[in-house]
C-alpha cells in the first residue's frame, strides 16, 4: 500500500458543492475498501463515506446520505466524494482512508490503517 493524496477542499456557502479526490499511485487498490472521515477540532473522527473498489457497493453516514455520493475512476486509481448542498455542520477537516476488504467497508465493519493528509472543507451560512 502506499500513501493516499487527498485535495479539493475549500471554502463555500451553505447550499454549494465540492468534489475531493483521493488518489494513490504506485499500487491498484482494487479490491479494497476506500473512504471519507471528516473530523473537527475537539470531536473524535467520523465516518462519511465508504466504497468497495472491487464492485462500487458504497455506504453512507445518515447525515450525508442523498448530499454526498462518492465513487471510483479505476483508469485513475483516484476515489471521489461529491459534495452537494453542503451545510455549516459539514465543516470539517476531510481525510481519505484505505484498508483490506474485509466483512464490509463500513468504519464499524474494520478500522481504516492507510490515511492521506486531510482536507479542509469551510462551508459558511
Known amino acids: 500500500h502506499v500513501p493516499l493524496v487527498g485535495s479539493g477542499g475549500g471554502s463555500v456557502e451553505s447550499g454549494g458543492s465540492l468534489r475531493l479526490s483521493c488518489a494513490a499511485s504506485g499500487y491498484t487498490y482494487s479490491r479494497d475498501c476506500m473512504g471519507w472521515f471528516r473530523q473537527v477540532p475537539g470531536k473524535q473522527r467520523e465516518g462519511v463515506a465508504t466504497i468497495y473498489t472491487g464492485g462500487g457497493s458504497t455506504f453512507y453516514a445518515d447525515s450525508v446520505k442523498g448530499r454526498f455520493t462518492i465513487s471510483q475512476d479505476n483508469a485513475k486509481n483516484t476515489v471521489y466524494l461529491q459534495m452537494n448542498g453542503l451545510k455549516p455542520e459539514d465543516t470539517a477537516m476531510y481525510y481519505c482512508?484505505?484498508?483490506?476488504?474485509?466483512?464490509?467497508?463500513?468504519?464499524?465493519?474494520?478500522?481504516?490503517?492507510?490515511w492521506g493528509q486531510g482536507t479542509q472543507v469551510t462551508v459558511s451560512s
Open positions: 482512508a484505505a484498508r483490506t476488504f474485509e466483512y464490509g467497508c463500513a468504519w464499524y465493519r474494520g478500522a481504516y490503517n492507510y
